[in-house]
């Protein structure tokens, strides 16, 4: 191997290094923002089973069945549907129980009106 060779093969080793370092910071930032994600889905989803067990409780204290729907529980099912899409998340089967980050949505609101 003459000089020149062994000159070549480290400035490609220095060069994959680079790239390598790159990928890493890449690697990095792609694990933050998954973190960030799932710290915000843990919080989503404690929100939302909160939600259910006070709609559990709230059904099993009035009606004792869950499955009954007259009037009065449609109305109070549509009142939960309501009260959550008025803090932030969504209810349209589209997206139910993401956050609407301040947007409305016309999926929730078509949902709404329908339900109404
Ligand atoms: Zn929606």
């Known amino acids: 191997m003459n000089k020149k060779e062994v000159f070549e093969q480290v400035s490609y080793m220095e060069e994959q290094i680079g790239q390598l370092y790159q990928q890493l910071g890449d690697l990095k930032n792609h694990m933050s923002e998954l973190l960030e994600e ?44 309501a009260r959550l899409y008025e803090e932030g998340f969504h209810i349209c089967n589209v997206h139910f129980g993401s956050p609407r980050q301040d947007e409305d949505c ?11």
């Open 106 to 116: 016309l999926f929730c609101l078509l949902f709404l009106n329908k339900t109404k």
């Open 38 to 81: 799932n710290h915000r889905l843990s919080i989503e989803n404690h929100h939302l089973r909160n939600r259910l067990d006070k709609d559990t409780e709230q059904n099993e204290a009035t009606s004792g069945d869950t499955v009954d729907k007259d009037d009065a529980s449609i109305g109070e099912g549509y009142d939960n549907l």
